[in-house]
């Protein structure tokens, strides 16, 4: 069935089958591998660079450029509830009106059916600049 040559040559190969003649980290996925960890590292490298030198200075850029737009917007809004009806229109406040910074108070504002578990005003609730919510 077998000529002995042809089980010679098999029975020299099976046991060779699995091992390998590349030495070890010499191959394909290894040097893929490797390459792949240093274009990880350099482009971490990357990031972290525009983070620390674009993202930081733009963030503090923005913060700055908000600050004085507020502090515009503040001083504006200073001047403008110091006249008679909130505004320059020259119109007199109704006593509700001047009690509320010159804003009219229309009966579907500050509805509230139930409480807040911390009172009758939202959590946000500022009253320099919101009109606050009557008790019922």
């Known amino acids: 069935m077998f000529r002995p040559g042809l089980a010679l040559q098999l029975t020299r190969a099976v046991p060779r089958r699995f091992a390998s003649t ?3 980290g010499e191959n ?3 040097a893929k591998r490797a390459a792949m960890r240093e274009h ?3 482009t971490t490298d990357l990031w972290k660079k525009i983070s620390f030198f674009v993202c930081i200075p733009g963030i503090a850029v923005c913060a700055l450029w ?3 737009a507020e502090m515009a917007h503040k001083a504006h809004a200073a001047h403008a509830g ?6 320059d229109h020259g119109e007199d406040a109704t006593d509700e009106e001047a009690e509320h910074g010159g804003r009219k108070v229309y009966s579907y504002m500050n509805i509230r059916n139930k409480p807040f578990p911390w009172g009758m005003q939202t959590l946000f609730f500022n009253p320099e600049i919101n009109i606050p919510a ?3």
């Open 66 to 68: 908000t600050y004085k």
């Open 28 to 30: 394909e996925f290894v």
């Open 82 to 87: 110091n006249h008679a009806g909130g505004g």
């Open 22 to 24: 590349v030495a070890a």
């Open 40 to 42: 990880a590292t350099q």
């Open 134 to 136: 009557e008790e019922q």
